[in-house]
C-alpha cells in the first residue's frame, strides 16, 4: 500500500503528541500512587493492625514522589515507543 511521505509540519506533531504523552504519564502515575497511599494511611489510621510509625504522616507524599519517578521512566518508554510507531506509520495498539 502506497501513503504519502510526512511532511515536516506533521512529523513536529507527532514528536511533540510524543512529548505530551511523556509530560502526562508521570502526573497520572503520582497521581494514583498518592491516593493508594492515602488509602493505605486511612486503613492503618481506622484499624490500628498495621503501625507504620512516623512515616505515616509522610506516606501520601512519599507515594507521590514515588509515583512521579516511576511515570518518568514508563512517559520516556510510552513516548519512544507512540513517536517510533507513528513516524514509521503503523498503528500504536
Known sequence: MWTLPLSAPQKIGIILSG??????VPVGTSAAFGLLRI??????????RIHLGEYQPWLPIIGLEQGFLLGV????IISRKV??????GTPTQ
Open 73 to 76: 521512566v514508563l512517559g520516556a
Open 39 to 48: 488509602g493505605i494511611t486511612e486503613f492503618a489510621q481506622s484499624t490500628g
Open 83 to 88: 513517536i517510533k510507531a507513528r513516524l514509521r
Open 19 to 24: 512529548l505530551a504523552v511523556a509530560a502526562c
